[in-house]
């Protein structure tokens, strides 16, 4: 690190030039070459991918792919000859309009089931193959300008594609940006000093997002997963700025030249960043481990985004800082207290806190146990328009459907059946009796088979909306009951249910599934990882608890806000819906990761005044002391860049927008500034016991260098190594 820290400042304005030549370059290269993003949740092998393989196979292509209504309400019955030329009309700009479309009027035979059994609502279908994302994005734009011409009819537009790709808002990451502006000012006090970290955050941003565009060439990728990249990579880049410079201010101020503090930042507070970027990268591709392709996309964006980011923290940054020098604090808007002042009171604090430990540790277990409660509760799956705003197209096209048709004709399921010799219509008539027959079944359309009659499907409307619970207790009611039951007499049938209902089930059942083995994987790892850093069984099992209950809070606290319905409201969210399917898996990969940063920064402080003076009530308050203000303005910066996404329009950046900035918020209060100094006080030097066999069988990992050789030597009797 060292010889790193002298080489860029050596040639720092070639460095510089150098990473602003690469996110242009990247930039541009993501414009001219980046492939296209599809959020096409399909799980090969799940029910749903062989209803959607049968469904090609008979040629009913269009059925795979996304089915849009434009809804109207009729006049009186719909049956006015001038009511019906207006739709004829809106059919044929629509075909125009969208010619890789199959448009299906409700004054055609074909589209008889479109119109409501008491005529006050009808739609006009449109029936999209597979389409990527920029061209659903193209067919709304499209289908916006056909139905803003319609003078005469009142029309809105729903269906999966526009739910997915109407979504727009305000720009959050600039929200964020200046959120974390004015916390840089409070903690800096010094213009220059705040604009380094948002620079490093900022270039890390654009490199991730070029990153996750050229990715989406090889690799399937999902709209948000570019988003979700900028997110991460603007809150850890400034945060690991703001710890190296925060270090380069220090050793100013202890008289230092700024060569030689550039130096002894990156060796220390350098290191830091190297580990915690590190930790975050690997618990980001541990999102590997699902083997879901779209998941495993946007996990390799993170991963890319925060090692570009801690790359720019290593070179970019000291760089930046040699040519500042002592300039760092020029333009100060304020005053800033000493370091002994800002350190008295989080001394003070932490001596509070250790008065009374077991009082202290029991109140946060209470907290943040009360916080989880809801996560017990936790429905995966998918939202649908019903929980968008009541003023947005999406959702007033939704309305309008349930009211004349019934909540689930928003999204159908749809039974496709593959019989020898013809046989598919007569085994789909008798299906089509049992189904209609089934609790939670509304009406039940077809069957349609293909000309050899080999294949054929039923379009099944549930009774309830495509994100309800009961929806899904039909779907496995059909799959392991009904239809089983209904094919016995033909062996030789093949028939799967599927549809994006369907197919959004199949996802949260398939991450429900795995969520166990991916959380034990990840806490895991971080215990391993606590072990080789600080050489303590107790101190590295706290760590993991500690993470496991502001993993729990945070998922509690989504569920209260996201599926039950709290504050609705005030987020502008039309009502409670399932937590995204995706959501809990990527929310513990990257809070671990956040986790373990702060983790790292207040543990390496604490052991290094427990190895200095033996006294482990003085060391906690010492490391608290040292790293409160630093870990409060880290903190602080997470929430305002990952709490800026709860303004944004999309629900799915909302929610884990809003989990990341409530886990932070927990883990930097409740758990940094409670539950570690209390746990560690009454566990005194039992935090630091490793069994010596244990200790021969872990690697010695230092996070700012290595110890000195008078400390090491003493460290088998102060840290409690035991045979």
Sequence with gaps: MRRLALWCQRWRYAVVGGWLALVVSLTALAGVLGGDVSDDFDLPGSESHRAAELMRAGGFEFRTGSQVQLVFRTEDDGAEADFVTRVERLRDEVSEAIPQARVVSPYSPEGAQQLSPDGSVGYVSLELPSLPAEDLAEVQERLAEV????????????????????????????VGILAAVVVLLFAFGSVFAMALPILVGVMGALSGVALAGLGARWVETPSFAAPIAAMIAIGVGIDYALLVVTRYRESLRAGQAPVDAVVTAQSTAGRSVLFAGITVVIASLGLVLMDLKLITAVALGIAGAVLITMLAAMTLLPALLAILGRRVDRFSVHRRGSGREEGRLARRWSRQVQRRPLLWAMVSVVLLAVMAAPAIDMRLGFSDAGTRPESDTARQAHDLMAEGFGPGASG??????????????????????????????????????????????????ASTGPSDERTTDLVHRLRDEVVPAGVDDAPETEVALGGSTAAAVDFADYVSDRLPLFLGVVLGLAMLLLMALFRGVAVALKAVLANLLSIGAALGATVAVFQWGWGVELLDLGAGAPVEAWMPMMLIAIVFGLSMDYEVFLLSRIREEYVRSGDNAGAVAEGLARTARVITAAAAIMICVFGSFVLGSSRELQLFGFGLAFAVLVDATLVRLVLVPSLMELLGDRNWWLPRWLDRLLPELHVEGRPDPVDQARRPEKVGVAS
Excluded: H, K, M
Aim: glycine share 10%; aromatic share 0%; charged share 30%.
């Design 147 to 174: 139905r803003d011409r319609q003078d005469a009819l009142d029309v809105e537009i729903g269906g999966l594609a526009v739910e997915q790709e109407s979504e727009s808002g305000p720009p959050s990451e600039l």
């Design 412 to 461: 159908p399921l749809v039974l496709a059946a593959r019989a020898p010799e013809g046989d598919a219509a007569q085994v789909l008539e008798r299906l089509r009796e049992r189904v209609a027959q089934t609790p939670g079944v509304a009406d039940v359309q077809g069957p349609v088979t293909d000309e050899s009659g080999e294949v054929g499907l039923l379009q099944v409307i």
